[in-house]
Every structure is written in C-alpha cells, then in structure tokens.
C-alpha cells in the first residue's frame, strides 16, 4: 500500500530543487521594444501634413460631400411632404356627409308596412348636411382666428 502524502507535510529533497531554472526575458519585453520605433514612426508621420497615409484618406474622404447632398435632397422631400399634407389636409372636405352604415335606414322589413307610412329621409339628410356645415364654418373660424393671433405675434 502506497503512503499517502500531503502538500503541507512534503519538506523533502524533491521538494526543492538546486539546480536553477532559466527564465527568458518575455513577451512584454519584445512588445515593448517593438512598439518604441513604431511609436516614434507613427509620432513622425502625424507632424507631417501632406504624409501619403493623409492623402490617400484625403482620396477617399469625398463621402462629406455625398453626405450633404443626400441631407439636402431629404431636407427638400420633407419639405415638399409637409407643403403636400398641409395643402391636402386645409382643403375644404366634400359636401355628403359620409355614414358608415347607410343602409341603416333600410333595414327594417318590408312586410306590414302599409303604404305611405315610410320615413321620409329628406329632413334627416338636411340636418345631417347642416351639422356638417356648420362644422366645418366652426372649423375655419377657429383657423381664421389663429393665423390673425399668430400674425399680431409676428408683427
């Protein structure tokens, strides 16, 4: 049966060894030395103004000019949105008032309805068209009376 040992206990001779090891110098070492002549080439590069690394960025540097091109055409579509929407949305709407179920007032059944007894839609229609109208005269008297609010502001 093999003995059993512990770490703590182990003080023998094979424990220390005399006989020296040989330790090299390191990575961090050779970075270092490598990145002193690529330090002081890079520092001598950026003094200089007209170096070939800062005229081939120069050669391909035009993107600005493409890039305000581009600002500028969205900048007149977004302009020529807005004046579009404006325009479509201040024009006067039509005169019918739209319903969403006209045929409401036809649904009821035909049978035991005796004749002449029907409604007659001619005066509904008429209120409908002047709560539509009166509306819509609310409606550009209130735009009427901002844009004389915004005009005494300017002025």
């Given at each position: 049966m093999a003995r059993r040992r512990f770490a703590s206990t182990e003080h023998g001779e094979a424990a220390h060894s005399s006989v020296p090891k040989n330790e090299s110098i390191g990575k961090p070492f050779y970075?270092?030395?490598?990145?002193l002549p690529l330090t002081?080439?890079?520092?001598?590069?950026?003094?200089?103004?007209?170096?070939?690394v800062?005229?081939?960025?120069r050669k391909y540097s035009d993107y600005r000019d493409r890039w305000t091109e581009r600002n500028a055409?969205?900048?007149?579509?977004?302009?020529?949105?807005?004046?579009?929407?404006?325009l479509?949305?201040?024009?006067?709407?039509g005169k019918v008032v739209e319903l969403r179920f006209p045929e409401i007032f036809n649904t009821g059944?035909?049978?035991?309805?005796s004749a002449g007894?029907?409604?007659?839609l001619g005066e509904l229609i008429a209120h409908y068209e002047k709560q539509n109208r009166d509306e819509e005269a609310r409606k550009v008297a209130?735009?009427?009376?901002?844009?004389?609010?915004?005009r005494e502001g300017k002025t």
């Amino acid at each position: 049966m093999a003995r059993r040992r512990f770490a703590s206990t182990e003080h023998g001779e094979a424990a220390h060894s005399s006989v020296p090891k040989n330790e090299s110098i390191g990575k961090p070492f050779y970075i270092a030395l490598t990145l002193l002549p690529l330090t002081f080439l890079v520092y001598k590069l950026s003094i200089d103004q007209e170096n070939p690394v800062t005229k081939l960025i120069r050669k391909y540097s035009d993107y600005r000019d493409r890039w305000t091109e581009r600002n500028a055409l969205h900048t007149r579509m977004t302009e020529q949105a807005a004046f579009d929407r404006n325009l479509f949305q201040s024009s006067p709407g039509g005169k019918v008032v739209e319903l969403r179920f006209p045929e409401i007032f036809n649904t009821g059944a035909p049978w035991n309805v005796s004749a002449g007894h029907q409604a007659n839609l001619g005066e509904l229609i008429a209120h409908y068209e002047k709560q539509n109208r009166d509306e819509e005269a609310r409606k550009v008297a209130a735009l009427e009376s901002r844009e004389g609010a915004a005009r005494e502001g300017k002025t």
